[in-house]
Every structure is written in structure tokens, then in C-alpha cells.
């Protein structure tokens, strides 16, 4: 339709609707290791709860760094959280919550993006931190899908340890080669992208 027929979009529809006093939103936090994701989820967690908002906190089974019942930032803020293996499992357990919260989506198997619209759908918020990017710098697991739905995306930055620029890479420094090796600062660093480059090269 050229624009300047738009006028006859017939828009009588939406009388139908109800006026929204608020929507359910899904925001994205994620970055570089060592960014500071899982503690801007634990701020935004405590901000939804300082707004009388019941929160449920999931994060993958596999990430036993910490406790095993809750997650925790580097800085060592922890909330509460339960472990799950697959998303559909956050179907059974989100309807008494007003928002959901997600640790390391990218553990997760493709299925949490549809379980996301499901709850999304249902009138809840979602707020999930993840990786952005793999050892490799490949985008890792279903981020960029998430990150696609989401209508609000925050990108942290990590120092990069060599010159102390901002950091969007999680260099693996240990010889291991799988995809997922859980560590901390023995097994990666967070570098900039001239020194990501300039250390492949080597
Ligand atoms: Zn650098």
C-alpha cells in the first residue's frame, strides 16, 4: 500500500484493546566474562523486588562454581536461584513470580527461546544475563536469538588485560578445546579486539 492511501487503514480495532498499565518487557544483559553481567542481574533482580515484584531466578545445572542454590557475582553479591537442566522446567515454575530471571543463558539449549515468549506471553518480565560470545568469538548458544526478542539489550565491557581498553573478548588461556570449561580468571581473560587479534596472530 503506497503511504498515501494509509489513510484508509481501517483502524476501528482498536477501540477492542484495553489501555496497558504496564508490559511485560524482556532485557538481555550480556558481555565478556568478567563484565559484571551476573551483578547487574542481581541489581536488577533486587530493584524489581524493592518494587514489591515476587522474582524467580533460574540458571543452568551445569554452573556449580558457586553455591549450588544461588547465583553470585564476582564481587560476591548472591541471591537465590534454582538450577535447571532444560527451559521447559521454568514453565512448571514462574506462574506465582511477577518477573523471571535467567544466569548463563548461554548454557542453555534452544528451547529456552520459545519457553522466553511463552513467559513473556503470560505477562511476565524477563530479565537474562549471558555470554554474547564464545572462546572463539562466535556468538554462543541461542544469545543472539534472545537478544533479537528482547526490547531492551545492555552490553557490558571487561578491562582488557593487556591495555586496559575496553574488553569484548573472553580469551581462553588454558589448552582445553570443548566448548564449555567452566573457570575463572586460570582459564580466561578479557581482552579488547586489537589484542584478541594480535594474540591469535602469535
Ligand atoms: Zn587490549
Known sequence: ??????????????????????????????????????????????????????????????????????????????????????????????????VVAIDEAQFFDATIVNVCSIIADQGKSIVIAGLDMDYKANPFGEMPLLMAMADEVKKLNSVCTFCSGKARFSHRISQDDQLVVLGEKDKYVPLCRSCYNELKEK
Request: proline share 5%; charged share 30%.
Open 1 to 98: 500500500m503506497k503511504i498515501s492511501q494509509k489513510h484508509d487503514v481501517n483502524i476501528s480495532g482498536r477501540y477492542a484493546f484495553s489501555p496497558r498499565v504496564s508490559n511485560s518487557r524482556i532485557k538481555v544483559i550480556c558481555g565478556p566474562m568478567f563484565s559484571g553481567k551476573t551483578k547487574h542481574l542481581i541489581a536488577a533482580i533486587s530493584h524489581y523486588q524493592k518494587e514489591g515484584k515476587k522474582v524467580v531466578v533460574f540458571k543452568p545445572q551445569l554452573d556449580d562454581r558457586y553455591g549450588d542454590d544461588h547465583i553470585v557475582s564476582h564481587d560476591k553479591d548472591e541471591t537465590p536461584a534454582i538450577n535447571i537442566v532444560r527451559p521447559a522446567e521454568m514453565l512448571d515454575l514462574f506462574h506465582n513470580a511477577d
